[in-house]
């Protein structure tokens, strides 16, 4: 794997003293504990995909990730997932996210969520397929306890019940 | 969108990109900018071959950072509840510059 050169800054975007503040707990050294791993089993013009992303968006037709009791628990965040169709649009949509500004995602879902553009690489054959549904949890999670152990478990069962294969995870 | 936290928890693949919050596919209506990180972002992971790899991707956001609105309308609670402490890491911000 060849690399660009760009190396990228994560915090470019950040006002300095809140950088500083997330980035006073990350270690200096690389990782050295074990990481998962689950080789790709098959060229990506032939794998299933779906998408998943931090951003709590959720259907209008849903209740919204809930960040009321968050403002009165700043130390909580929702631990629940919700499923999207793949053929949602910006229309069906609602967002609620206290770490970011959602306007551009409910302007144009694809800036988060690409759904509209892996339909296209489906259709161009860049990809197998996009499955049915894809997913969005809240990112905003002090204690991952609830989101690791109840939630993803069960996004982890709905996706193998549409054989993905492979997920896109696009964070906040 | 923040490759740092890979060494926090490490993380299977990261096609890593200097995208606003909120925006890590690209520009609202941007079509094909977003087709360009995502075809990007397929070929990294066709690729990679073992765990842990970071593909930092080659696209500049064209708005200069201060100028990017990625914040929410009003301070989260936990930033609100920690301002004081992250005030004071302003100095040692600037200190590691």
């Known amino acids: 794997m060849q690399n660009t050169g760009k190396v990228v800054n994560g915090f470019v975007f950040m006002p300095p003293s809140l950088g ?37 968006i959720s259907m209008k037709t ?7 009791r968050e403002k009165i628990e700043p130390a909580w965040g929702d631990p629940s997932s919700r499923q999207i169709p793949a053929s949602a ?57 609830e989101l690791l152990t109840r939630t993803m478990p069960h996004v982890a069962d709905q996706m193998q019940a549409e054989n993905v294969e492979a997920v896109l995870l696009t964070p906040a | ?43 990294f992971l066709e690729k990679a071959g073992n765990p842990g790899q970071i593909f930092h991707l080659p696209f500049t956001w064209p708005e200069e950072a201060k100028h990017t609105k990625w914040q929410p309308p009003e301070i989260s609670p936990i930033i609100k509840l920690y301002l004081d402490e992250i005030k004071k890491m302003s100095a040692a911000a600037k200190r590691s510059k």
Not at chain 2, 22 to 37: I, K, M, N, S, Y
């Open chain 1, 20 to 56: 500083a503040w997330i980035g006073k707990d990350i270690p200096a050294q690389p990782f050295s504990g074990n990481i998962p791993w689950t080789p790709l089993k098959k060229p990506i013009s032939e794998t299933t995909f779906t998408l998943m992303t931090s951003a709590g």
């Open chain 1, 89 to 145: 649009t910006e229309k069906d949509i609602d967002v609620n996210h206290l770490h970011i500004n959602t306007d551009y995602i409910k302007q144009d879902i694809n800036v988060m969520l690409p759904l509209k553009r892996f339909k296209e690489f489906e259709k161009e054959g860049q990809i197998g397929r996009l499955a049915p549904n894809c997913y969005s949890y809240y990112g905003f999670q002090p204690d991952p306890t």
């Open chain 2, 1 to 43: 969108m923040t490759p740092e936290f890979h060494r926090e928890i490490g993380i299977p693949r990261v096609a890593a990109i200097e995208y606003p919050y909120g925006r890590p596919v690209g520009q609202v209506d941007d079509a094909a900018g977003q087709r360009q990180v995502l075809l990007q972002t397929l070929s």
């Open chain 1, 62 to 68: 849903d209740p919204p990730f809930d960040v009321e």
